[in-house]
């Protein structure tokens, strides 16, 4: 939607108009890298079989692989990929349970408790 052939309007003004940052114009043209590429394609097709798989199980599948990356895939971060498994619900009370009460909470203490 920028036009870069426009006579009286730069890209730095037309990108505010648009509702987008100048930087932003400019750092999507660079796209990823050869060997980003063959990387997504890689992780793309694990995650596909083992969805189950996060971060850590994916950077070592890739480097079990012929393929090598460099510290925890910041690759499925940017592909906006979460491994599928049911989350723990520790902060959820169990209906049965009893809840007590906060005896202190009115109470006024001005003396330290000493034996």
């Known amino acids: 939607m920028v036009d870069l052939s426009h006579s009286s309007l730069s890209v730095v ?3 505010p108009l648009l509702s987008i940052s100048h930087s932003h114009y400019y750092g ?3 796209g990823e890298g050869a ?3 063959a990387l997504i394609g ?3 097709a694990q995650f596909l079989e083992t969805p189950w798989y996060d971060s850590r ?3 070592y599948y890739v480097r079990s692989g012929s393929s ?3 510290n925890r895939s910041p690759l499925m971060g940017r592909m906006e990929l979460a491994a599928l498994y049911q989350r723990l619900k520790t902060n959820v009370p169990h209906s049965e349970h009893n809840i007590w009460f906060y005896l202190l909470r009115n109470l006024t203490i ?3 408790y000493c034996i």
Do not use: E, K, M, Y
């Open 28 to 30: 999507s043209v660079w």
């Open 57 to 59: 199980q994916t950077t």
């Open 13 to 15: 003004r037309q990108c």
């Open 42 to 44: 890689v992780i793309d």
């Open 35 to 37: 060997g980003n590429l």
């Open 68 to 70: 090598s990356i460099a």
């Open 110 to 112: 001005d003396w330290p």
